[in-house]
């Protein structure tokens, strides 16, 4: 049984940073990601990384998010960086049953997923 367990999430200052985690237990496909939803948007990718390093970003937090993975710890991370307020929402961790999807990640394309993990972005 795949289970994971997101913690990090917290509310912040715009150009503020948190850093999320990801457990994972029972887990061994090959490709993991982030995703988000605000209230009354549809759940969007931020950033997958696959077994072999692959790592691909969704243009609206590139160059401010680092996803990365302690495959020792089977826990992935997100870190987040010069945040904005548009960056509010709640955070999920995913896990794909196979390989990262090569360019465009959606939700459909991941089985497994956390309970979420709220982040807030305000002054």
């Known amino acids: 049984q795949v289970r994971l367990v997101e913690s990090g999430g917290g509310s912040v200052q715009p150009g503020g940073s948190l850093r999320l985690s990801c457990a994972a237990s029972g887990y061994t496909g090959a490709c993991m990601g982030w995703f988000r939803q605000a209230p009354g948007k549809e759940r969007e990718g931020v950033a997958v990384?696959?077994?072999?390093?692959?790592?691909n970003y969704a243009d609206s937090v590139k160059g401010r998010f680092t996803i990365s993975q302690d495959n020792a710890k089977n826990t992935v991370y997100l870190q987040m960086n010069s945040l904005k307020p548009e960056d509010t929402a709640m955070y999920y961790c995913?896990?794909?049953?196979?390989?990262?999807?090569?360019?465009?990640?959606?939700?459909?394309?991941?089985?497994?997923w956390g309970q979420g993990t709220q982040v807030t972005v305000s002054s």
């Open positions: 990384i696959g077994s072999t390093a692959y790592t």
């Open positions: 995913a896990a794909a049953r196979g390989y990262c999807p090569f360019g465009a990640f959606y939700p459909q394309d991941f089985g497994y």
